[in-house]
């Protein structure tokens, strides 16, 4: 069994209503192959699908919301966001100390109870293609 790693977001967040991707990629540093990236997704479609291909493979799948940037400074500011977080050094996911620095709630690995899933079945390709429809019709144009 592989790992799934999302974010844990309040239910009234407007990032659920983002487009999402899953990332996959080697559980163990041991494996070495460039990740695999999927979507954009609806998030609950997100979460079941990569839940699905993690059950049964040695896999680590992120699901992760897409940031629709529109302009440059959007971008720029966003870096600058990830540039601060990097230079305070957050815990490695795996490191005893990942519970104590303040970032819990932040990055956790995916908990069943505050899905809002149907069934933990994998969506079919029509419902997934719907999501993308839904996806397309909230980007900014």
């Given at each position: 069994m592989g790992a799934l790693v999302t974010l844990d977001l309040p239910d009234d967040s407007p990032?659920?209503?983002?487009?999402?991707?899953i990332t996959f990629g080697p559980l163990s540093d041991d494996d070495e192959w460039e990740p695999v990236v999927c979507g954009p997704y609806e998030r609950q479609h997100a979460l079941s699908l990569a839940e699905a291909v993690v059950a049964d493979e040695q896999l680590m799948a992120v699901v992760e919301p897409l940031l629709p940037s529109t302009a440059v400074s959007e971008v720029r500011d966003e870096?600058?966001?990830?540039?601060?977080?990097?230079?305070?050094?957050?815990?490695?996911?795996?490191?005893?100390?990942?519970?104590d620095t303040g970032l819990d709630g932040l990055l956790d690995e995916h908990d069943h109870d505050?899905?809002?899933?149907?069934?933990?079945?994998?969506?079919?390709?029509?419902?997934?293609?719907?999501?993308?429809?839904?996806?397309a019709a909230r980007l900014p144009v």
């Open positions: 990032t659920l209503d983002l487009p999402w991707i870096i600058e966001k990830a540039r601060r977080l990097a230079e305070e050094e957050p815990p490695q996911l795996g490191d005893e100390s990942f519970g505050h899905d809002h899933l149907e069934s933990s079945e994998p969506p079919t390709p029509a419902e997934i293609k719907a999501g993308m429809r839904r996806i």
